[in-house]
């Protein structure tokens, strides 16, 4: 299962082309997608109306999603957050530990585009989608077509 962060489904709705949008693309009807209710809760933050995340949630609906937080994950978030801060590394935003947790604990991919989840792939085995071109690589023409 692989499980689609809002920064990439942000940049998608926006019609950005990036490599994490292009896999994206590649994935939609072949694979089973999953959002969690956080990153629902992330996406329709963003819309710039009412009748805008009415949109988004009908486009969203397509995704299956799931809880990515219950008091065992959220222990276990907390774990990670104590073993990432030991090793000198702080991960900016509560909402990434959590749906990072949820991925390693139950064995989901993440498709991302965000910075946060590179640690908890390093230090602590989170499983990503393998994209034509890294996140941060910007060398590469699909990334400064998307600046």
């Known amino acids: 299962m692989i499980v689609v962060d ?28 999953l959002i969690g209710d956080v990153i629902l809760c992330e996406v329709l933050q963003g819309a710039r109306s009412d009748a805008h995340a009415r949109t988004l949630r009908k486009k969203l609906a397509e995704f299956v999603c799931v809880s990515m937080l219950d008091p065992e994950l959220a222990v276990v978030a907390a774990a990670n957050y104590r073993k990432l801060r030991a090793l000198g590394v702080t991960v900016r935003k509560t909402i990434d530990l959590v749906i990072g947790t949820c991925c390693l604990e139950r064995k989901y991919e993440l498709l991302h585009a965000d910075r946060d989840f590179d640690c908890m792939q390093t230090h602590l085995g989170l499983r990503v989608v393998p994209t034509d071109l890294m996140v941060h690589e ?8 998307a600046r």
Request: hydrophobic share 35%; glycine share 6%; charged share 20%.
């Open 6 to 33: 809002s920064s990439v489904l942000i940049d998608f709705f926006n019609g950005r082309t990036t490599p994490q949008t292009h896999k994206l693309t590649m994935l939609l009807g072949e694979t089973e997608l």
């Open 138 to 145: 910007p060398d590469s023409p699909v990334y400064r077509a």
